[in-house]
Each structure stands twice: as structure tokens, then as C-alpha cells.
């Protein structure tokens, strides 16, 4: 029930390409869902989050799409660059408890 | 979004020691702070949640004996390994809790139990 699964667990794009990663989520009891992206030796940063009642939500050039009937999400990350080569994790909460939840994470590599 | 550190960023001990990781808020006052552990290529596990002026909620699995989480101010939470092993090597990582479920996450601490 508290499980988030997140693919795929890597992928390659070549500078200017989409690259997409999905999650999945069984708690319905989840309402925050967070994006975060992550460099080596590093903490995660706070990307972009999204509630259950927006359909899509754009901040520069990722967007989270949110499908609630289905228990899903994603992120795209328009126009990649090479600076966008990172770990990239999804998390859900639950307003009556705090904790996240994350996803298995996504190594993206943008090449030049 | 709240700004975190974390002293100190890399350390190595022997094993039998303890460590002090120290975790704080700069530019908030943090009621809840979180500790996570990170093994390379993997998500972040949740150890515990350290709440001001009170007894840290630790997750399942994680010995409340071996990691000490002391948070005596709204503006830093401290953890302690004690009596450090190999396999306590991680990256260990703190985050700030700010307006309900949004965290914000420490630069992270490298420990290396020799």
C-alpha cells in the first residue's frame, strides 16, 4: 500500500529529446506528489510537485502529468539538456502523515 | 524552499566509534526534521523522524539504540551512530519539513566506517 513504483530505471536521450518517467501508486490515501532530482555526492532538490486535483502542472521545462483514476504520474522533461543528467526520484505523501514516500529512481543521461 | 546543511560532509572512522552528523535549518524554524540513508544507485529509506522537544519516531528495522536522533532546537537535529560498523557506510541525508508535506533536503553527509 505505501509502495511507489517508479520506470524506468535509466534512459538515454540526446540533447533536445523528451525524456519520461513514470510512477505508479496504490495508497489512495496520497495526495502530494513530489519530484525531486538528485546529482552524485549530492541531496535531492525539490523539482516540481503536483495534488490530485490538477490534471498537469508546468514550472520551465518539466511538467507532471497526473492521471488520478489510473494511480499515476509522470515527468517530462521538455527541450533536456545535458545539465539535466541526474537522478531523478518520485515521492507521495499523505496530509495525515508527513512522510514520503519515494520511488525507485531514474538515472537520466542527456547526451550533447 | 527552506535551506538545509549538514556537517560534516564526509567522514571516516574507525570501527567501534561514533559518529555526530548535525542537521540544520537556516532559514526556518523546523519542528520536524527527517533522517534518510542512501546506498548507492537506491532510493532513500527513511530512518526516522525527529521532532523538537520530543522522542524521534524511528521507521521499522532501524535500531533506535545505534542511531541517536537528538532534536534540541527548532533549527538543528543531530544523529548519532553509535559504536560504527562497515555496514553502517551510507550516505546519510536530512530534510526540513515546511508547510505540511513538502521537504527540503540536506547536501547529505558520506560516512565511511573503516
Known amino acids: 500500500q505505501q509502495q511507489v513504483k517508479q520506470s524506468p530505471q535509466s534512459l538515454i536521450v540526446q540533447k533536445g529529446g523528451i525524456p519520461i518517467i513514470n510512477c505508479a501508486y496504490e495508497?489512495?490515501?496520497?495526495?502530494?506528489f513530489p519530484w525531486y532530482q538528485q546529482f552524485p555526492g549530492k541531496g535531492p532538490a525539490l523539482l516540481i510537485a503536483?495534488?490530485?486535483?490538477?490534471s498537469e502542472k508546468k514550472e520551465g521545462r518539466f511538467t507532471i502529468s497526473f492521471n488520478k483514476s489510473a494511480k499515476q504520474f509522470s515527468l517530462h522533461i521538455m527541450d533536456s539538456q545535458p545539465g539535466d543528467s541526474a537522478t531523478y526520484f518520485c515521492?507521495?505523501?499523505?496530509?495525515?502523515?508527513?512522510?514520503?514516500?519515494f520511488g525507485g529512481g531514474t538515472r537520466v543521461l542527456v547526451k550533447p | 524552499g527552506a535551506v538545509v546543511s549538514q556537517h560534516p560532509s564526509r567522514v571516516i572512522c574507525k570501527s567501534g566509534t561514533s559518529v555526530k552528523i548535525e542537521c540544520r535549518s537556516l532559514?526556518?524554524?523546523?519542528?520536524?526534521m527527517f533522517w534518510y540513508r542512501q546506498f548507492p544507485k537506491k532510493s532513500l529509506m527513511l530512518m526516522a523522524t525527529?521532532?523538537?522537544?520530543?522522542?524521534?519516531?524511528?521507521e521499522q528495522g532501524v535500531e533506535k539504540d545505534k542511531f541517536l536522533i537528538n532534536h534540541a532546537s527548532l533549527t538543528l537535529s543531530t544523529l548519532t551512530v553509535t559504536s560504527a560498523h562497515p555496514e553502517d557506510s551510507s550516505f546519510y541525508i536530512c530534510?526540513?519539513?515546511?508547510?505540511?508535506?513538502?521537504?527540503?533536503f540536506g547536501p547529505g553527509t558520506r560516512l565511511l566506517v573503516l
Open positions: 495508497n489512495t490515501a496520497f495526495d502530494y
Open positions: 530534510s526540513v519539513g515546511q508547510g505540511g508535506e513538502t521537504q527540503y
Open positions: 515521492a507521495a505523501s499523505s496530509a495525515a502523515g508527513n512522510k514520503l514516500t
Open positions: 503536483i495534488r490530485p486535483d490538477v
Open positions: 525527529s521532532n523538537e522537544g520530543s522522542k524521534a519516531t524511528y
Open positions: 532559514d526556518f524554524q523546523a519542528t520536524t
